[in-house]
């Protein structure tokens, strides 16, 4: 691991990681709280906001296509609030209902306003341009300590550590609260936790998260990563904060590993070209999840309540 590794791959990895890891954080307490599926609402609900960020900018450029999707994915949170206390339906109804609804209103203004011959959405939400975030000016592991160096990384990487660290001193700051309330919200609202203002906080930070990884991994990470290393982590333990410290490993083992393996592995089969280091990472935390169901000491939670019905 020289310089080519810094120059090209090293960057590509932390941001892997690190979107990984913002992801998976919220993603514990969304599946806990059978918010599971708000990661795949959020990648079909920043459409409009892209579409809306093109046409007032005429172009095709980082912070416009970033501050649209926020834009869509605050109002899809709001939404999905709106319709769920509302109207006393559950969150998957509610989510399905938001993300339906603001997608078709991304397609139709798509064909309306005559960009849909400019991928858009294929660009900027779903694959992610992971493999091109190289470190033009990295010489080798001293440019870890030259300033210059460090100044010219790819700006995704500084975007997405900001947002990571913003989640986790969230995290710890509300940890009590978001526990308490996750687990009995009825008891959290009788010794007055503000368990609605936590639920919208804790769906905005998924947001954030989100869109903060779009531009550089797409959301088939995102919508990976909300999922697949907490639901892992959730067969590996009882206790909260255990879960939380497996879904990190998970997610950081699916990005590091999933890289490797979209480099390296057709090579090692034979092939001649590299796959989509998304797509393999997600490959690997989907798989990660599937040991987990086999092996896991607590995989049993799963089957004795579907065996209990079936014997009633």
């Known amino acids: 691991m020289g310089a080519d590794f810094v120059q090209l791959s090293l960057t590509p990895l932390l ?17 806990l709280r059978r918010q599971a599926l708000i990661g795949d609402a959020i990648s079909h609900v920043v459409l409009p906001g892209i579409v809306v960020a093109f046409l007032l900018t005429g172009a095709i450029s ?84 030259d300033p210059a160096a460090l100044a010219n990384l790819p700006p995704e990487l500084g975007r997405i550590a900001f947002v990571t660290l913003i989640i986790i001193a969230g995290l710890a700051l509300f940890w009590r609260p978001l526990e308490i309330s996750t687990f ?40 990976a990563m909300f999922i697949c290393p907490p639901a892992a982590a959730r067969l590996m333990t009882n206790r909260l904060d255990r879960q939380i410290a497996w879904s ?11 890289y490797v393996f979209a480099g390296y592995g057709p090579l ?29 000491p607590h995989r049993s939670r799963i089957a004795a309540p579907a065996e209990a019905g079936a014997q009633s």
């Open 184 to 223: 009995d919200e009825a008891y959290a609202n009788s010794i007055g936790i503000p368990t609605g203002a936590l639920s919208f906080g804790l769906v905005v930070a998924a947001a954030i998260a989100a869109v903060a990884a779009f531009d550089a991994v797409g959301s088939i990470i995102v919508i």
């Open 248 to 258: 990190v490993v998970f997610a950081a083992l699916s990005a590091i590993l999933g």
């Open 62 to 145: 980082t912070w416009p296509m970033m501050l649209g999707a926020a834009g869509a994915a605050v109002a899809a949170v709001v939404m999905i609030e709106a319709i769920k206390r509302l109207g006393r339906i559950e969150p998957g109804a509610a989510m399905g209902v938001s993300f339906t609804t603001l997608f078709a209103f991304g397609v139709l203004l798509l064909e309306q306003s005559d960009t849909s011959t400019v991928h858009l959405d294929v660009e900027h939400a779903l694959y992610g341009n992971l493999e091109s975030l190289i470190w033009f000016a990295a010489e080798d592991w001293s440019s870890l300590a």
């Open 268 to 296: 090692w089969f034979g092939a001649e070209n590299a796959v989509s280091a998304a797509g393999m990472i997600a490959t690997v935390s989907g798989v990660i999840l599937g040991l987990a169901c086999l092996f896991a």
């Open 15 to 31: 941001m892997g990681v690190l979107a990984s890891v913002a992801c998976a954080l919220p993603g514990n307490f969304l599946i």
